[in-house]
């Protein structure tokens, strides 16, 4: 998921973009910078700035877009290239077992406010050693503008394949979230699929593709809802709605004083009773680093209540912060939908682990059928970066 494809960013931000664009390589072993491989939402001013002053030091970030480009940029790198890498929390044992992270001393990470299925280690664990602790999470579900779409509608999966919507979905643009929200929809587990579950996979998403008008990134998907172009946003969630204001732009606290002011009360997301997929960031040191401490003190940093408000709040996309001390008002707990969040936890599916094998058949048949439904009027969708990506 690329930085620069975002809208809303302050123009330090797209400074700061602007300076990764131009030096994508890490600044090597300097005591003064700290390089780390992080989604757009580490990105903002605001949140790096006070960690930069209070350590006299520069935060040097690469965007990724997926696990496969953290594996394949942490193979190709020199020791003390990388120091911090933020990703999907599942992918961390992963990379433990191939000895690129640094094991992580719970001690460390105090979890008394952060909820107890977010922090459970078991994510970010490999041989019984820590390895990633969580931040930020969310939903892949449904996205929907109210005023034109019944809340009570959006309550169950199977919804968006009616005829009634056709021409009013967009698709995110990310396989295995979508497919494996589709699993849920003929009540799989998107974790434990099997070869005798590939066929009705195809047919559901070819059904779901037909019933669409676009298929795109964050950005697209985002600003196709808040523009009206289309009504539903399936695999969407907080990062889809929450922040967005008039013109289809990421407000923040810092970009807008009157935040409520700027909130979209018609765009909200929700998970159907059959439930949805659970995005969640997870913080890692890279074992190669040779600024371990330093590393240490940003992750601990990432993890204070001003931070987590901060990124939860991000000019990128919004998103729930996992310490419940986060100071966030009102109006901003109501678009991210704090008080629901036990009920959504519990209805979520963490998000799925799968062997080589079969992330490579649904791969396929996610390149299928969106190669198959493209016309010249109606792009078919890609892959916007492999197996993990993100909002």
Same mark, same amino acid.
């Given at each position: 998921m690329s930085a620069c494809s975002r809208r809303g960013a302050l123009a330090a931000t797209t400074a700061f973009i602007i300076l990764a664009a131009i030096q994508p390589a890490p600044v090597r072993a300097a005591d003064d910078v700290l390089n780390v491989l992080t989604w757009c939402d580490h990105e903002d001013p605001e949140l790096l700035g006070p960690f930069e002053q209070a350590n006299r030091v520069r935060v040097h970030f690469k965007d990724i877009d997926s696990t496969s480009a953290v594996r394949t940029i942490l193979h190709q790198s020199q020791a003390g290239d990388w120091d911090v890498v933020i990703m999907e929390e599942t992918a961390a044992p992963q990379l433990a077992a191939a000895g690129l992270l640094?094991? *992580? %001393?719970? #001690? %460390?990470f105090p979890s008394d406010s952060v909820p107890a299925a977010i922090a459970s280690p078991a994510s970010g664990s490999y041989q019984g050693r820590l390895y990633s602790v969580p931040e930020k999470y /969310?939903?892949? #579900?449904? #996205?929907?503008n109210q005023a034109h779409v019944s809340t009570q509608d959006m309550q169950d999966i199977n919804a968006i394949w009616q005829p009634r919507y056709h021409g009013h979905i967009a698709i995110y643009d990310s396989? *295995?979230? @979508?497919m494996s929200y589709i699993a849920l929809a003929l009540g799989l587990d998107p974790a434990h699929l099997t070869d005798a579950d590939l066929p009705a996979l195809q047919d559901k998403l070819a059904a779901l593709r037909a019933n669409a008008t676009l298929v795109g990134d964050t950005a697209s998907v985002q600003q196709a809802l808040a523009d009206g172009v289309v009504d539903i946003v399936v695999g969407g969630g907080a990062w889809t709605t929450a922040g =967005? /204001?008039?013109g289809g732009t990421v407000s923040t606290p810092t970009a807008h004083s009157d935040t409520a002011a700027t909130q979209r009360p018609e765009l909200t997301f929700t998970l159907p009773r059959q439930g949805g997929i659970r995005w969640q960031h997870g913080i890692s040191i890279i074992e190669a680093s040779q600024r371990k401490a330093l590393a240490l003190a940003f992750a601990q940093y990432l993890r204070t209540p001003a931070a987590q408000a901060r990124l939860a709040t991000s000019s990128c996309f919004w998103g729930m912060p996992a310490s419940t001390s986060a100071p966030l008002d009102a109006d901003m707990k109501a678009a991210l939908h704090w008080d629901q969040q036990p009920a959504y936890i519990a209805a979520s599916h963490p998000f799925p682990v799968l062997d080589d094998a079969m992330d490579t058949k649904l791969h396929t @048949?996610? +390149?299928? =059928?969106m190669k198959d439904a493209a016309t010249? +009027?109606?792009?078919? /969708? /890609? +892959?916007?970066g492999g197996e993990t990506a993100q909002p």
């Open positions: 640094m094991p *992580l %001393d719970p #001690a %460390d /969310g939903f892949h #579900a449904v #996205a929907f396989y *295995l979230p @979508i =967005v /204001g008039e @048949i996610w +390149d299928k =059928v010249p +009027d109606q792009p078919g /969708g /890609g +892959d916007n």
